[in-house]
């Protein structure tokens, strides 16, 4: 029987989720036995044309990672959508819009001025900006277009599953992997990762008090931080009361708090929004001043609670 054929694609992304693939050690030749690898940019010489000659559907399931910053991704992950049967999104760039996504505070041109006039390594006297056609004696070279903001996967195309993180622990890639390859998946639509908030299985939230109580927000490095105890309740910011449990609680497991790159559960529409209702009921004052206090030591408030998210939060961006 033929192997199924699967891709991968990297969108606007740090490579982190490429990355992730090749961490699966020697379970990836477990992985190159099951199935054909179809297209892989990063690895495999297949250009664009050869998956355009491909029939529709007849790739079993793409993986794709990185936000859709770029016309080129646009146009490569709606190819990849017409060619695959399955599309998952992977990693949190593709999930929520990720990291890239935070450029969604700043127009195009602010992020162009950054980039390529004011950002201290950039020597641009002429002040050059990258041009979508460029007239050369053997033709025209062109660029792909920025886009007006950065785009979660499912915001540009239909996307079938989700495999949270940033980036995806390998042991949610091999039980993805298997369920794909044994035809045992959920619901389409299902992030594939516990629906249960991190709190539930972190080993610290016996630690939790019943009512916490915050008078003074840390960050990690201003603090020693105990080992044993929940962050919140150490006054730093743990967004896990808001994000998805599933990833082996990896950061509180080397002692620094979550930062939500798993993404709300399923109940919750706004991760970062959920965490800030769970934030106000325990600051520890009834004083406006005193509060306003509190929440100004919050270094970047939106980087905070929206570190992951903010592509697909209510906000979507700077309004
Ligand atoms: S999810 Fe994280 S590791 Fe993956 S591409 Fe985005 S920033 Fe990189
Ligand atoms: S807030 Fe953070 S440290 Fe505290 S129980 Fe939840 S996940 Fe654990
Ligand atoms: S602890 Fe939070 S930030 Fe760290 S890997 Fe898990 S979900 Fe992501």
């Excluded at 050690?25 to 690895?43: H, M, N, R, T, Y």
């Excluded at 993404?263 to 600051?283: C, N, R, Y």
């Amino acid at each position: 029987m033929a192997k199924p054929k699967v891709a991968f694609y990297w969108c606007a992304s740090c490579g982190g989720c490429e990355e992730a693939v090749v961490d699966l050690a020697e379970d990836i030749l477990k992985v190159v036995e099951a199935v054909d690898i179809a297209f892989w940019p990063v690895a495999l010489d297949i250009k664009k044309k050869d998956v355009e000659g491909m029939e529709d559907k007849s790739i079993g399931v793409s993986f794709i990672n990185g936000a859709i910053r770029l016309s080129e991704q646009e146009e490569m992950v709606k190819l990849l959508r017409r060619k695959s049967g399955l599309i998952v999104a992977f990693g949190s760039c593709a999930h929520l819009g990720g990291i890239p996504g935070l450029a969604n505070l700043y127009e195009v041109n602010q992020i162009f001025e950054r980039a390529y006039f004011t950002s201290p390594s950039t020597h641009n006297p002429e002040k050059i900006l990258p041009s979508q056609e460029t007239d050369v004696p053997e033709g025209k070279l062109t660029l792909p277009r920025f886009l007006d903001r950065a785009y979660a996967l499912d915001q540009v195309i239909d996307v079938d599953y989700y495999l949270p993180g940033c980036s995806v622990p390998a042991d949610l890639i091999m039980n993805a992997v298997k369920a794909i390859l044994e035809g045992k998946l959920p619901p389409k639509g299902t992030v594939l990762s516990p629906n249960k908030s991190l709190c539930d299985t972190c080993k610290r939230n016996e630690t939790k008090p019943e009512k916490l109580k915050i008078k003074k927000i840390y960050r990690p490095y201003e603090i020693e931080i105990d080992p044993e105890k929940c962050f919140l309740d150490q006054g730093l910011i743990c967004l896990g009361p808001a994000t998805r449990g599933g990833c082996g609680e990896r950061c509180i497991e080397a002692n620094m708090p979550c930062r939500g790159c798993f993404g709300p559960t399923d109940q919750v529409e706004d991760q970062g929004a959920k965490f800030l209702s769970a934030f106000a009921s325990i600051i520890d004052s009834n004083d406006e001043k005193e509060i306003q206090k509190i929440i100004d030591t919050i270094a970047d408030p939106v980087g905070t609670f929206y570190r992951f998210s903010l592509s697909k939060s209510i906000l979507k961006g700077k309004i």
